[in-house]
């Protein structure tokens, strides 16, 4: 049989798989059935881990051995009181401590409550929608990359003289309306369909998050809690809802004027470029019009920005940090057999010249031993965006959190802290992403060798900071979003979409658009249920930590020693509101109500309120 020619080859593959468009696709095929094989069984694997988890946390004989420590007063340590006291409140938190009855109603709970979230997960990644664009050209060319290609018969025209035969193909763009490419692809078009679609997938997560809801609703009732919220805010140290929406309100109403005056000047820069007078702001435009502003008066090009930051020299500003700061360094050893998943993983030993090999570097846990980061090595020349970077620095404030913790129980280390101060490593490092002091010791151009200029730095920054108050709002509204979700329900069930829009309306300046439900793959809900509050405190700490503690000389030994000795080494070791105090001062933090907020004087130097 003749192959067919390139022009005659079907638009879709043999029953309907784009893959097996040609003979090599039954290759790939078949790799990719595997991989799904892998996946499902990891992911039952996962679930058997968490049922035996589950299990080991109701075993009696453990548990009375805690509290008969306790009793004894056997601990000889600061640690090792407070470790039995956090394992106790562990197991108390599975209801072991209940009649057997709730206790098994508990674990039928937990279980539950764990295959929904993973459900909500799942259809989040395998159902994201898709928009297709025509014709392609509505996309800037130089990111017309990012989406797939597609094409149809080019629509007829309405002249009369039109060739009604004319079979033209036209060009266009398939856009997966996932999270990360829906943000994309509003920066280069303002398009409707795109966001209704985006933020309207995947709808069999509303009743999947309903049912959530319900469920942690009564495990916290079980529990002896009003709400979901209260049970897993009470061992952190906002201590209760009241206390975290107390704080979050009284945020919401100091950024409101600033963010209203940016969501104008937003609007007043559409109304010139459309050219009507009375155009409205959609929550379409958001992320097209922000990016024209930021281009039109700090003329950033990404692909110039990137040109300083080759993934090869962004590992570089890595050891940057950690000789700078702490003395140490980081050397590439070889990989063990089997150790690794992908043979592009790096792994990398931090090493002090006075205290020896402080702890592996590679990726996927959490152990102090081998905290984790990837980096793979085939991309090496990949460049980075500078929101990459940033991301880069981020994840490697929790990778530092466990690579210089030093705990007398492996319970306590690293990022095994109150969710409240969880964060604070991560958001303190993005700072060091946005200093030029740090930036011009590894970002350079690869092909001309020369430092990232400190004009191009101060533009960048100067463009981060064009809508502060918007973006802070827009964290605000997230976290008041998730404590309300699983706060007290009533006597109905909840209208999430409803709820979702009116805390919309009430907290941001933007309107929502009737027919979607962002939040339903906001899994935000799942990881962090009731405690995405979390990201304010953490973000409230770490700017105070900056401006008294690193921003005077970021790189300087004295700085890392105070980093280490102070914050990093201990882990969760001891009373983070303590620690805090200890590390800055006592006006870091506040006691509200009977619970603990963060002192928000800094972040509001920051944002410029």
């Known amino acids: 049989m003749n192959q067919l020619s390139a022009s ?93 009855d709730k206790l098994e109603h508990v674990n039928h709970l937990n279980l539950e409550i764990a295959q929904l979230g993973r459900k909500f997960s799942e259809n989040v990644m395998n159902k994201p929608g898709f928009v297709d664009i025509y014709p392609a050209s509505r996309i800037p060319k130089n990111m017309q990359r990012h989406f797939k290609s597609i094409h149809r018969i080019k629509p007829w025209g309405d002249e009369e003289q039109r060739n009604q035969m004319d079979t033209t193909k036209q060009k266009g763009l398939r856009i997966v309306t996932d999270s990360g490419t829906l943000s994309t692809a509003l920066r280069w078009v303002s398009d409707e369909e795109v966001y209704l679609v985006g933020n309207s997938e995947p709808r069999e997560n509303i009743t999947v998050l309903g049912k959530l809801i319900n469920a942690r609703d009564e495990l916290a009732k079980t529990m002896g809690c009003k709400s979901y919220g209260d049970f897993a805010i009470r061992p952190n140290m906002a201590a209760s809802v009241d206390v975290v929406m107390s704080f979050l309100k009284d945020l919401s109403g100091a950024v409101r004027h600033k963010a209203g005056e940016e969501f ?41 920005v990137a040109a300083y930051f080759p993934l090869s020299q962004c590992l570089k500003g890595l050891n940057v ?91 306590f280390s690293g990022t095994r802290v109150a969710l409240d101060v969880a964060e604070t490593p991560s958001n303190l490092f993005e700072f060091y992403a946005w200093d030029y002091r740090v930036l011009r010791k590894f970002a350079v151009d690869e092909t001309t060798g020369d430092p990232i200029p400190e004009k191009l730095v101060k533009a960048l920054n100067a463009s981060r900071n064009m809508f502060p108050a918007m973006e802070l709002q827009r ?135």
């Open 8 to 100: 005659a080859r079907p638009e879709t593959g043999l029953y309907g798989f784009d893959v097996l468009r040609t003979a090599k696709g039954f290759r790939r095929f078949v790799d990719d059935a595997i991989e799904r094989e892998f996946m499902d069984e990891a992911d039952k694997a996962s679930m058997r881990i968490y049922e035996h988890l589950q299990y080991l946390n109701t075993n009696t004989t453990l548990y009375n051995a805690i509290l008969k420590a306790e009793s004894e007063g056997v601990m000889l340590t600061e640690e090792a009181r407070r470790a039995a006291t956090t394992l106790r409140v562990d197991f108390e938190k599975g209801g072991i401590h209940l009649p057997k």
């Open 264 to 304: 104008k000047r937003i609007q007043d820069f559409k109304r010139t470029v459309c050219n009507e007078k009375s155009a409205k702001l959609e929550p379409w435009d958001e992320d097209y019009f922000i990016g024209m502003m930021k281009s039109a008066v700090h003329n950033l090009d990404v692909s110039v």
């Open 321 to 411: 940090l950690v000789e700078s700061l702490f003395g140490a360094t980081f050397h590439q050893i070889p990989m063990g057999d089997g150790e690794s998943w992908h043979p592009d993983v790096m792994k990398l030993s931090l090493h002090h010249p006075d205290e020896g090999v402080l702890t592996l570097l590679s990726e996927g846990g959490d152990d102090c031993k081998t905290q984790i980061t990837s980096f793979h090595s085939s991309k090496i020349m990949a460049r980075l965006n500078h929101w990459d970077v940033e991301t880069l620095f981020h994840e490697f404030g929790h990778a530092l959190h466990s690579l210089l913790s030093r705990t007398e129980y492996q319970h």
């Open 475 to 609: 964290q605000i509204f997230y976290s008041i979003m998730d404590l309300t979700l699983f706060g007290e329900q009533g006597s109905k069930p909840m209208d999430t979409i409803s709820t979702v829009a009116d805390l919309r309306r009430k907290h941001t300046s933007w309107k929502c658009v009737e027919g979607t439900h962002w939040h339903t793959r906001f899994t935000h809900l799942i990881n962090y249920g009731a405690g995405y509050y979390s990201y304010l405190y953490a973000r409230c700490f770490a700017t105070t930590i900056w401006q008294e503690v690193c921003q005077g000389d970021p790189l300087s030994r004295s700085t890392g020693s105070a980093l280490r000795d102070k914050f990093l080494k201990h882990g969760g070791a001891k009373d983070p509101s303590a620690l805090l105090k200890d590390f800055v001062g006592d006006s870091i933090i506040i006691n509200s109500g009977g619970g603990i907020i963060p002192d928000i004087s800094s972040l509001c130097k920051e944002v410029g309120l």
